[in-house]
Structure formats: C-alpha cells, structure tokens
C-alpha cells in the first residue's frame, strides 16, 4: 500500500503565496509521474500540474507563470509552490502519484485526501 499525504494548505488573500506538500509512503519500488489536481465548488477535478521523474512538467494554463511544481525523488515527495494567488484558485487540492510496489507489478494511481486553499480577503 502507498500513502500521500498532503500539506501546506489554508486561508491566503489574493496576490498571496502558498507552498503544498505531499510526501508518499509506504511500498513504493518507484514512482513515475507526480502532480496536483484541483476541484473547486461544483466543478470537476482538473489537473493543475504534473511531473514526471525526470523532472517534465506540465501546467494548466490557468497557473503557468504563477505556479511552480517541483519534486524530490529521494524524498518521494512532490510540491507546489503557488504565487499571486487569486480567488478563482480557492480549491482543495489534491495530490497523485502514479505508482508501483515492486517490478512486476502495473503502475496505479494514488490520491491524497486533499488540502484546502482558499483565496479570499
């Protein structure tokens, strides 16, 4: 089993700044692509930013130039640094890893349980 727990969230005013964590734990052999999705009120979850072990990323339009993803493989943890922070981020954010236990086995997704940020003055 693989666990993601997640951090770094809470209440922030607009033009402020926020750093996520998620670390992963547990079996892991290797970890491939990491990334933050988010699921705002009424919306459907969407990918914010991923990336992969050898340090691709890939952003939404929405936070390039505002959000930087970045991961510590030795760590098994990935972050999100958020700056000039609008209401329209206000979210929990949600961390995945796409995973596997040991060599023979599939690559799986695994899901944080979240983190709320919210964007409001």
């Known amino acids: 089993q693989v666990q993601l727990v997640e951090s770094g969230g809470g209440l922030v005013q607009p033009g402020g700044s926020l750093r996520l964590s998620c670390a992963a734990s547990?079996?892991?052999?290797?970890?491939?692509?990491m990334g933050w999705y988010r699921q705002a009120p009424g919306k459907q979850r969407e990918l914010v930013a991923h990336?992969?072990?050898?340090?691709?990323?890939v952003y939404a339009d929405s936070v390039k130039g505002r959000f930087t993803i970045s991961r510590d493989n030795a760590k098994n943890t990935v972050y999100l640094q958020m700056n000039s922070l609008k209401p329209e981020d206000t979210a929990v954010y949600y961390c995945?890893?796409?995973?596997?236990?040991?060599?023979?086995?599939?690559?799986?997704?695994?899901w944080g349980q979240g983190t709320l940020v919210t964007v409001s003055s």
């Open positions: 990336i992969t072990s050898g340090g691709i990323t």
């Open positions: 547990g079996r892991i052999f290797s970890i491939d692509v």
């Open positions: 995945k890893a796409n995973t596997r236990s040991s060599w023979s086995e599939r690559y799986r997704d695994v």
